[in-house]
């Protein structure tokens, strides 16, 4: 089965830390989301691409994070500097989307950022 | 504004009874996808199934069996006959339909189910 791949699984650092979190969506999917999972809040989007093109990051900190897809096999999260408030688990989702057909999203395995 | 309602945040359920999980949504929009995903102990997102908004035909996969009508904006959940692997957390979710744009999901927050031995 296909599937979309997230790295790291687990991440520990330091507050002020930049972090990268990659990933890479099923092949032939053209839309990646990225969402953010904690207690307070639930699942969030934070981000997503169509085809490589920025279309939402309204769910970003923006001074602190960005979101990139510099090809159609990778996408990375980034965030600098890191703070202790950013610990969460974070979701990549890939699907299929074009005009009236589309599949749905599937996730990642997340990666588990703490932020000491 | 989208918005995805699962008041039950937590259920018990002893092994091979049947549990419904409750799911209330709200969405301006004519056309939607509603969803469930399955999150296990370990932390992944399973997708588990996706209805059209055009479809309120009830539909059943094995244990799992799912409820759409749009005159009370409901899609449950129900699992017969629950097993300890069912234990888990289960998320409804919506989206904007077909040929409108983004696909984003709205969760609710969670129905964590425990299903004891």
């Known amino acids: 089965d296909a599937r979309v791949t997230q790295t790291p699984r687990h991440k520990v650092t330091e507050m002020g830390q930049e972090v990268t979190m990659r990933c890479q969506p099923i092949l032939g999917h053209n839309t990646v989301f990225w969402y953010r999972q904690t207690m307070m809040q639930g699942l969030e989007l934070l981000a997503y691409?169509?085809?490589?093109?920025?279309?939402?990051d309204s769910g970003m900190p923006k001074d602190r994070f960005s979101a990139e897809m510099p090809d159609a096999t990778l996408a990375t999260l980034k965030i600098q500097p890191s703070e202790p408030r950013d610990s969460a688990v974070y979701f990549c989702?890939?699907?299929?989307?074009?005009?009236?057909?589309?599949?749905?999203?599937?996730f990642g395995d997340g990666t588990r950022l703490s932020i000491l | 504004a989208q918005k995805v309602t699962q008041a039950q945040t937590e259920i018990s359920v002893v092994e091979k009874e049947d549990v419904t999980l409750d799911c209330v949504y709200e969405?301006?929009?004519?056309?939607?996808?509603l969803f469930w995903y399955k999150q296990p102990p370990s932390g992944e997102l399973v997708f588990l199934i996706r209805?059209?908004?055009?479809?309120?035909q009830n539909e059943i996969s094995g244990r799992y069996s799912w409820n759409f009508q749009k005159s009370t904006s409901s899609f449950n959940f129900t699992i017969t006959a629950s097993q300890v692997v069912d234990s888990a957390v289960y998320f409804c979710a919506l989206s904007d339909g077909p040929g409108a744009g983004s696909y984003q999901l709205t969760f609710g927050k969670g129905t964590k189910l425990s299903v004891i031995p």
């Open positions: 691409f169509r085809n490589r093109a920025p279309l939402d």
């Open positions: 209805r059209n908004s055009f479809d309120e």
């Open positions: 969405t301006r929009d004519t056309t939607y996808y």
């Open positions: 989702a890939s699907g299929l989307v074009g005009g009236y057909s589309n599949q749905p999203q599937h």
